[in-house]
C-alpha cells in the first residue's frame, strides 16, 4: 500500500500528459502505465516517463477516470493499493476501484533508452514555441506538419507561412518532429537533450524524460522564400489589440488557430470566424498595391507587432524581421470584400 500526497501525485500524472491520446491509437496510449515506481505514456509518437511516489503498483489504469477521480476527491492524503486486477483508491470516508490491466502491452520498451544527455540552448524551447505555430495539419505533406531542427535554426512551415529562428542547436544533422509532439518542450521546461536513431528525447531538471519519434522526411531549403526585397510598410496602429480580439473566435479552431489579414488601398482588415461567430476590424494603413490577403497565426502576429512595427512587403510575399527570427507569409489575391464589413 502507497499512502500518497493526492495534489503532488496529480502533478506526477500531469507530466506525462503528453504521451497520452483521447482512444487507443496503439495498445493502452489512453493509460497511465505504473511500474517500479513510475508512470508512463506512449502514443507510438511520444512517450513519456516520470518517478511518482507510487510504489508497489504494476499494471494500465485508464487516464481519464483516474485523473477525474484524484481530481473529485477531497482528501489531502489517500492510501492505493492493487490486488485482483483493481486499483484501489482510498479516503476518510470515500473510495474507488478503477480496472487495472496487469499487462502492459504497449511498446513503450521498445523506444530506444537516451544516450549522453546534452545541454539545451537557452532559447531553444522559445524558438520551438514560436516556429510551430507556422507548421501544417495536412498529414498529405508530412515534412509540413513538423518542426525543422536544423543545426543553425529551427523552423516551420505550412507552404504558405514560414517562421525560421536562428540558433545553434548543437545538432549535427537535421532532425524532424511532428509539430504536435515537440509542441509540449515548451511547457514542461526541457533543459537537456539525447539524439538517438529515430528518436529525439528530452528532459527537464525535475526528471520527466519525453521522448519524440523523428521523421525522414526530405524537408527542402527554405532560404529562398525568405529573400523578400519589397516596399517597407508600416504596420497600422492598434493592431495587437484588433489581433487579440479576432482571436476570441478564431482560439476556436484548435487544429488551425488562423485570423485573416487583409491588405487594401488606404487599409487592413482583420478577420475572423469559427462555428460560434465571426469578428472583422478595420484599420487604415499606407497601402496602394493590388488586394492581397494571407492567413497568420494570432499569437504569433501579436509577438511580432509587439516588438516590430514595419514589414516588407513583395508581390507575393509578407516579411516581419526581428533580430533572431524571420515571418515570411505568402500573400493570394484578396476574396470579394463582404457588404458587412464596410
Given at each position: 500500500m502507497s499512502r500518497i500526497n493526492r495534489e503532488e501525485f496529480l502533478k506526477q500524472l500531469d507530466m506525462v500528459q503528453p504521451g497520452l491520446s483521447i482512444r487507443d491509437i496503439v495498445e493502452q496510449s489512453s493509460c497511465f502505465c505504473f511500474k517500479e515506481g513510475r508512470v508512463f505514456t506512449y502514443n507510438d509518437?511520444?512517450?513519456?516517463?516520470?518517478?511518482?511516489?507510487?510504489?508497489?503498483?504494476?499494471?494500465?489504469?485508464?487516464?481519464?477516470?483516474l485523473h477525474k477521480l484524484l481530481s473529485k476527491l477531497p482528501d489531502d492524503e489517500l492510501d492505493i493499493t492493487s490486488s485482483d486486477s483493481k486499483l484501489k483508491i482510498r479516503g476518510k470516508k470515500k473510495g474507488a476501484e478503477l480496472t487495472l490491466e496487469q499487462e502492459i502491452t504497449n511498446q513503450f520498451e521498445d523506444v530506444e533508452k537516451p544516450q549522453k544527455w546534452k545541454k539545451m540552448h537557452e532559447a531553444f524551447c522559445e524558438a520551438v514555441n514560436i516556429v510551430q505555430q507556422c507548421?501544417?495539419?495536412?498529414?498529405?505533406?508530412?515534412?509540413?506538419?513538423?518542426?525543422?531542427?536544423?543545426?543553425?535554426?529551427?523552423?516551420?512551415?505550412?507552404?504558405?507561412?514560414?517562421?525560421?529562428?536562428?540558433?545553434?542547436?548543437?545538432?549535427?544533422?537535421?532532425?524532424?518532429?511532428?509539430?504536435?509532439?515537440?509542441?509540449?518542450?515548451?511547457?514542461?521546461?526541457?533543459?537537456?537533450y539525447s539524439l538517438t536513431d529515430s528518436w529525439i528525447h528530452f528532459k527537464n531538471p525535475m526528471g520527466l524524460v519525453m521522448s519524440c519519434r523523428r521523421y525522414n522526411e526530405e524537408?527542402?531549403?527554405?532560404?529562398?522564400?525568405?529573400?523578400?526585397?519589397?516596399?517597407?510598410?508600416?504596420?497600422?496602429?492598434?493592431?495587437?489589440?484588433?489581433?487579440?480580439?479576432?482571436?476570441?473566435?478564431?482560439?476556436?479552431?484548435?487544429?488551425?488557430?488562423?485570423?485573416?489579414?487583409?491588405?487594401?488601398?488606404?487599409?487592413?482588415?482583420?478577420?475572423?470566424?469559427?462555428?460560434?461567430?465571426?469578428?472583422?476590424?478595420?484599420?487604415?494603413?499606407?497601402?496602394?498595391?493590388?488586394p492581397m490577403s494571407f492567413w497568420v497565426p494570432p499569437e504569433m502576429l501579436v509577438r511580432l507587432v509587439s516588438q516590430h512595427n514595419e514589414c516588407h512587403v513583395s508581390p507575393d510575399r509578407l516579411k516581419i524581421e526581428g533580430e533572431v527570427w524571420t515571418y515570411v507569409a505568402t500573400l493570394v489575391k484578396a476574396p470579394e470584400k463582404e457588404k458587412e464589413d464596410e
Amino acid at each position: 500500500m502507497s499512502r500518497i500526497n493526492r495534489e503532488e501525485f496529480l502533478k506526477q500524472l500531469d507530466m506525462v500528459q503528453p504521451g497520452l491520446s483521447i482512444r487507443d491509437i496503439v495498445e493502452q496510449s489512453s493509460c497511465f502505465c505504473f511500474k517500479e515506481g513510475r508512470v508512463f505514456t506512449y502514443n507510438d509518437e511520444v512517450a513519456c516517463s516520470y518517478e511518482t511516489n507510487l510504489n508497489g503498483v504494476l499494471g494500465a489504469v485508464k487516464a481519464e477516470k483516474l485523473h477525474k477521480l484524484l481530481s473529485k476527491l477531497p482528501d489531502d492524503e489517500l492510501d492505493i493499493t492493487s490486488s485482483d486486477s483493481k486499483l484501489k483508491i482510498r479516503g476518510k470516508k470515500k473510495g474507488a476501484e478503477l480496472t487495472l490491466e496487469q499487462e502492459i502491452t504497449n511498446q513503450f520498451e521498445d523506444v530506444e533508452k537516451p544516450q549522453k544527455w546534452k545541454k539545451m540552448h537557452e532559447a531553444f524551447c522559445e524558438a520551438v514555441n514560436i516556429v510551430q505555430q507556422c507548421a501544417g495539419s495536412d498529414v498529405s505533406k508530412p515534412a509540413f506538419t513538423c518542426v525543422h531542427l536544423h543545426p543553425k535554426w529551427i523552423e516551420a512551415c505550412d507552404n504558405f507561412q514560414l517562421c525560421r529562428y536562428l540558433i545553434k542547436t548543437g545538432l549535427k544533422d537535421s532532425v524532424l518532429v511532428r509539430r504536435d509532439s515537440i509542441k509540449h518542450i515548451t511547457q514542461l521546461g526541457m533543459t537537456y537533450y539525447s539524439l538517438t536513431d529515430s528518436w529525439i528525447h528530452f528532459k527537464n531538471p525535475m526528471g520527466l524524460v519525453m521522448s519524440c519519434r523523428r521523421y525522414n522526411e526530405e524537408y527542402h531549403d527554405l532560404s529562398e522564400m525568405l529573400n523578400v526585397t519589397g516596399k517597407k510598410m508600416q504596420l497600422p496602429k492598434g493592431l495587437k489589440e484588433a489581433v487579440e480580439a479576432a482571436e476570441i473566435f478564431s482560439s476556436d479552431n484548435k487544429e488551425d488557430n488562423l485570423i485573416r489579414i487583409e491588405l487594401k488601398e488606404g487599409k487592413c482588415r482583420i478577420t475572423s470566424s469559427s462555428i460560434s461567430g465571426r469578428y472583422w476590424e478595420i484599420k487604415n494603413l499606407v497601402y496602394k498595391d493590388k488586394p492581397m490577403s494571407f492567413w497568420v497565426p494570432p499569437e504569433m502576429l501579436v509577438r511580432l507587432v509587439s516588438q516590430h512595427n514595419e514589414c516588407h512587403v513583395s508581390p507575393d510575399r509578407l516579411k516581419i524581421e526581428g533580430e533572431v527570427w524571420t515571418y515570411v507569409a505568402t500573400l493570394v489575391k484578396a476574396p470579394e470584400k463582404e457588404k458587412e464589413d464596410e
